[in-house]
């Protein structure tokens, strides 16, 4: 965890934040702890409640890649506010390449935790920064080279390479592409100057519509949708939706609606929730309480909503003290 520093008075200002980006981010976290939560806390969890099951595409299936793809789009901001704040473009991806290698370490050590396991580990938060380091590796490409390498990953992860996507780095690679199209629409974001919301938002949904037709060809070619696998149909999909997303929430503040605090600020400290997850409700009820009686629906459905109310209350306070795991 890190403690925001000060800013220098005679340095260059930050750029402001992006509303519609951390209410995006804030939406894919907060579903993300509740698709969780629903296995946590509910003896019989509704099909329509359940993820990663096999070739059947669920609403809680896409969280997680929406998250993915935000990866890549605070990425390009990272490395555009490092230039802006002075550093070298090498030194920018240094920075990058240091805070997803630490990401991977932290996710290691939560999970082995977890697992009561010493060992190296894989799980969500080392997808996310396996993801950030190769897109960060590729940032100074052209576009064309971008979208080139992703559709090559798309392409390997259609059949034989698939694998468990959170449990070994080769599988993980199939989330990537995610986290490349991310960086595209991140070199897009506007910078303040007038009419290039409207660009950003035609731009995003142009890219979320490619990722959909994409997808429609895999899942033509007979690769089934399987977020558990990473399948190149659904990572496609994934995309278009994460894209479509993005662009909405942007479509939405152009409109004049104004996103309510509390959302923004889970947003901008996403990652800290999806620790604070692990130490609050994961290892309770994997290591302290395993074989405790899960609950009927009603019951259930009142203590996800009041563990991810309390949890996210708590990231919020933590983050207004500087404490927050960047992202």
């Known amino acids: 965890m890190s403690r925001r520093a000060g800013a220098n008075a005679g340095g260059p200002a930050s750029p402001p934040r992006l509303r519609y980006l ?5 939406l894919a976290v907060l579903t993300m702890l509740l698709a969780n939560f629903v296995n946590v806390f509910l003896h019989r969890v509704p099909p329509l ?16 890649p929406v998250f993915q793809f935000l990866v890549g789009v605070s990425l390009a901001l990272f490395l555009r506010k490092h230039l802006h704040l ?42 996310l920064g396996l993801g950030g380091m190769i897109a960060t590796l590729l940032a100074d490409a052209p576009g064309e080279g971008i979208v080139g390498v992703a559709i090559a990953l798309l392409g390997c992860f259609s059949g034989a390479l698939n694998g468990e996507v959170h449990a070994n780095p080769i599988a993980a690679l199939s989330f990537v592409p995610l986290t490349l199209g991310g960086l595209l629409v991140g070199r897009v974001l506007p910078r303040g100057q007038r009419g290039e919301l409207g660009r ?11 990722a959909g037709a994409l997808a429609a060809v895999f899942y033509g070619a007979g690769i089934p949708f399987n977020k558990t696998l990473g399948t190149s149909s659904f990572v496609a999909l994934a995309a278009g939706v994460s894209a479509t997303t993005l662009a ?21 400290n996403a990652l800290t929730a999806w620790v604070l997850q692990y130490v609050l409700v994961y290892y309770p009820a994997w290591i302290a309480f395993p074989a405790w ?14 563990t991810t109310t309390a949890l996210s209350a708590l990231t919020v306070a933590l983050g207004r003290r500087g404490i927050r795991i960047p992202i």
């Open 49 to 64: 409640l359940t993820h990663n099951y096999g070739d059947v595409l669920r609403p809680f299936d896409f969280p997680a």
């Open 22 to 26: 951390d209410a995006c981010r804030g």
């Open 248 to 268: 909405g929430m942007a479509l939405v503040e152009s409109l004049g609606v104004r996103f309510p605090d509390w959302l923004l600020a889970v947003g901008a």
């Open 293 to 306: 009686r899960r609950l009927p629906f009603v019951a259930g459905m009142a203590a996800i909503l009041a």
């Open 200 to 210: 950003f938002i035609s731009h995003t949904a142009l890219l979320g519509a490619g």
């Open 86 to 127: 002075g550093r070298t473009p090498r030194g920018a991806k240094v920075a990058a390449l240091r805070r997803f290698a630490l990401l991977v370490l932290l996710g290691m050590l939560l999970d082995c935790v977890g697992a009561l396991h010493v060992g190296l580990r894989w799980g969500v938060l080392q997808t």
